[in-house]
């Protein structure tokens, strides 16, 4: 059975990237040089609703590379896959390459 899940409100939920320990040729990289805290955003709620009933949407979509805090979000596990879920003012910004 697929479970999909879908936040409600502003959260965001969030796949966190794992970047690689060791580069194609084998060279084994420090955890330092590796500490980019990003994530690619899986689902995203419907948004807040203002005072005056007017849904606010999120500034994320679903595929987004965010960059994302050091501490805070719900984690949440589907299957064997783990998400950490975030409100929409928690994420710093979104990844461009």
């Not at 330092?32 to 994530?39: A, E, I, R, V």
């Not at 689902?43 to 849904?55: A, W």
């Not at 589907?78 to 461009?96: A, C, M």
């Amino acid at each position: 059975m697929a479970r999909r899940l879908i936040p409600t409100l502003n959260r965001v939920l969030v796949e966190k990237i794992v970047p690689p320990s060791k580069t194609t040729a084998g060279i084994l990289l420090p955890e330092t040089s590796t500490k980019l805290n990003s994530g690619k955003v899986i689902s995203v709620g419907p948004g807040l609703r203002s005072p005056e009933g007017n849904t606010i949407p999120p500034a994320v979509k679903e595929g987004d590379t965010v960059l994302l805090p050091s501490y805070g979000g719900t984690e949440v596990k589907l299957g064997e896959k783990e998400y950490v879920l975030y409100r929409d003012e928690d994420i710093l910004g979104t990844l461009h390459e």
